[in-house]
């Protein structure tokens, strides 16, 4: 990455501390955002406090989707920016009104000590509740302060009244014959004003009164004056669990002077009652998908959240992993909850990206996506034991021909449903970007079948074929289709079966590739040598060859 003349000279700027004072106060507005991105890639936080504090303009966005090599900002740097919001907020220097920090968060443990989702979200809840308690403490200062000036008045006025009062005696023989017109505007004076300092004071009291409504508290006052106006709004993902839940849940209901939104909202391990309780306090706006993961929701629990979902016009995203949704099982009441579903799914106008993993769902593909009344861009269907029926109904579906992202991985294939994922990559050829088979069984002579039907789909960008049992020959033929898609950036392929220790099955399982371990006899560098050999004669620089499947990322190439 070429770094432009004022990213270098912003580095180089904030680099020296101390010499903050000296360049913060001539700064222009317009080289702040350059300034704060130095301080986040140098690891500056004092820099990144000074700068958010006094933030010039009314929108500061952190965050977002990072370049290619581009870490997340290290944790200190953003708890330096969530400190200085709330100081911000007194700051008469700082014209920040929206916070967005959607996509900032990072995984945790990574390199540069990144603040994971679950962190960050502590930390912005920690936040909003810190900013209220300050703008109530300010609030009864204020209050005070007023007091305190009233009754400076009323002693000052008294005191005007009194010295009033002995000037006209001791000098009443002065006055001669205009003392009626100048003691009448006197006291006619004094008299206003002291009126005007009395229904200063009925006023305010009136309002307290009307308030706090028929012997409300001093409290409650100050909390209707605090809630008044929201000076700031903070977008954010939330990761929320069964630790964070409680203190999300108060920070969704605090009033005050930050006001917390969610973009994607992400929970494990939590209740139906405690979701459904946080999906109440999420403004209906700007609230774009859900991500629930290792909650037994069951059937019926989910029948009872789609409800809820389609209250927010613009979720686009569904994703439920592991779930405990399981159709294989004969209970009673099964077939009315799977209606139930079925109807909540299509109150949801916008839905675009529908993730379902490891939810046992044989066969009950048709009714699940037939109902959705727009078709999906984004489809993932891993460990969902799909039947052949499944695959043909999605192949012949209004979705097949809109798809940009599929993921069908550990869901067995055999020569019974390959016709059906032939047919579907066909309708898709035009629109597919990521594809993944991972884990589906696929032989050398089904992958032989399947290439002319991978090579042509035109916009593939990322393939993803780890974990099945393919030789050296087939990995080879494998890649000489790949050098031929153009738009085509990133192939995960298998090891081969020659480079595993003897004793594997004919033909081995995707758990079983996994676990079994590597022949330590045999060079993995020659398979990679071969295969880029491929590319080289292909002049394919710009096609990356990985068997890397931990390390894996398709949003890479985007």
């Known amino acids: 990455m070429v770094l432009s003349l004022v990213s270098l000279c912003a580095r180089e700027v904030v680099s020296d501390h101390s010499s903050s004072p000296c360049w913060l106060r001539w700064v222009p507005r317009e080289l702040y955002r350059a300034l704060l991105e130095a301080s986040f890639t140098s690891c500056r ?7 958010v504090q006094r933030w010039p303009e009314r929108t500061l966005r952190v965050g977002g989707k990072r370049k290619h090599g581009q870490s997340s900002p290290n944790r200190l740097c953003i708890q330096a920016l969530l400190l200085a919001v709330v100081r911000g907020l007194s700051d008469q220097r700082c014209a920040l009104q929206v916070l967005d920090l959607c996509g900032l968060q990072g995984d945790e443990g990574g390199m540069g000590d990144p603040m994971g989702g679950w962190s960050l979200t502590v930390a912005l809840c920690t936040m909003v509740v810190q900013a209220r308690a300050g703008a109530q403490r300010a609030q009864r200062e204020r209050k005070r302060f007023s007091a305190l000036e009233r009754e400076k008045d009323v002693k000052r006025e008294r005191g005007q009244r009194k010295r009033g009062k002995d000037t006209s005696t001791d000098n009443k023989e002065l006055e001669g014959n205009d003392r009626e017109s100048t003691g009448s505007c006197g006291t006619l004076g004094e008299e206003e004003l002291i009126r005007g300092v009395r229904r200063r004071m009925e006023a305010e009291k009136k309002r307290e009164t009307t308030a706090t409504g028929s012997g409300g508290g001093r409290k409650e006052t100050e909390e209707k004056d605090v809630n008044s106006d929201v000076l700031v709004h903070v977008r954010a993902d939330l990761f929320v669990n069964a630790r964070s839940w409680e203190r999300v849940r108060g920070a969704l209901s605090t ?5 917390l939104q969610c973009r994607y909202l992400r929970v494990e391990e939590i209740s139906v009652s405690s979701i459904k309780t946080l ?4 403004p209906p706006q700007g609230f774009l998908g859900i991500d629930v993961r290792y909650s037994s929701l069951g059937v019926a629990g989910l029948a009872e959240l789609l409800p809820l979902l389609s209250a927010f016009p613009a979720l686009n995203s569904l994703r439920l992993h592991y779930c405990n949704l399981d159709f294989r099982r004969d209970q009673p009441g099964q077939e009315e909850a799977l209606r139930n579903l079925s109807q909540g799914l299509t109150q949801l106008q916008e839905l675009r990206r529908l993730s ?35 695959l043909a109904y999605l192949s012949c579906s209004h979705h097949a021909s809109t798809l940009q992202q599929l993921d069908l991985s550990e869901n067995r294939l055999d020569e019974n449903t390959l016709t059906s994922i032939r047919r579907l990559l066909f309708q898709a050829s035009s629109s597919l970007q990521h594809l993944s088979l991972s884990g589906c069984g696929l032989t050398d002579s089904l992958l032989g079948t399947l290439l002319p039907s991978l090579g042509g789909c035109t916009a593939l960008k990322s393939l993803a074929l780890a974990l099945n049992p393919l030789s050296i020959a087939g990995l080879m033929d494998l890649v000489r289709t790949a050098v031929r898609i153009p738009s085509l950036r990133q192939l995960l392929y298998p090891n081969p079966l020659e480079d595993y220790q003897p004793g594997l099955p004919d033909l081995p399982s995707s758990a079983q590739l996994l676990d079994w371990p590597l022949d330590e006899a045999t060079d993995i560098n ?18 990356f060859l990985t068997c890397d499947l931990l390390n894996y990322d398709k949003d890479l190439v985007d």
Not at 279 to 282: D, I, N, V
Not at 526 to 543: G, K, M
């Open 45 to 51: 936080p004092l820099a990144v406090g000074e700068l």
């Open 255 to 259: 009033l005050g002077p930050l006001k």
């Open 279 to 282: 999906l109440g306090l999420l």
């Open 356 to 390: 379902l993993t490891a939810l046992r769902l044989p066969g009950q593909l048709r009714v699940l996506l037939s109902s959705l009344p727009q078709p999906l861009e984004i489809l993932e269907l891993p460990y969902l034991s799909l039947s052949p029926a499944d």
């Open 526 to 543: 020659i398979t990679s040598s071969q295969l880029n050999r491929v590319l080289i004669d292909s002049r394919r620089s710009d096609l």
